[in-house]
């Protein structure tokens, strides 16, 4: 998982999302869903510029996070990053690789949430369009559940790439 990789999967799914977005208010009615309950029953209705707003911050929390955490990361002592075995791979002659490779996860981790958060759309379109005031909650717990499981699997792949190498 190169840095460049990660960035770019990120950066296209950043764009998607946002032209995903775009193309959603273009059409949408005034009033819209702001928020469901667990059954997926619309409890709160808004207009669509309040929603946008809100999701337009969203992104642009999600971009800050994904985008600048590995240059912070990045300038911080090893003591203040938490990383296994950090002696290890923080050391002087394999420091740039490691924070290169955690800014390539990190980019994969963040590509992985926008993925959620087209799916969130596509399940809140045709609400919106529809004048719906539900959404199916076994799809939506079912989008969550897929969530769910990405986290895990990169959480244990990710910190399993991190153990010490066997000597030769």
Known sequence: MSASTGRLAFA????????????AWSRWPDRVPMHFGVAGDVDRWGTATEFFVVW??????????F?????????LPVSAINLPNREYWLAD???????????????WFGTGTLALMFALLQLIDPVAMGGLDHMSARVFWSVFGVYGVFVAAFLVRMLSSYRLPRAS
Request: no cysteine; glycine share 14%.
């Open 93 to 107: 002659e394999r420091r740039v690789a490691t924070m290169s490779r955690v800014a390539g996860q990190l980019g």
């Open 12 to 23: 296209t799914g950043w764009l998607a999302v946002a032209a995903q977005a775009v193309w």
């Open 67 to 75: 985008g600048a955490l590995p240059l912070v990361i990045a300038r």
């Open 56 to 65: 337009g911050i969203v992104l642009g929390m999600l971009a800050l996070i």
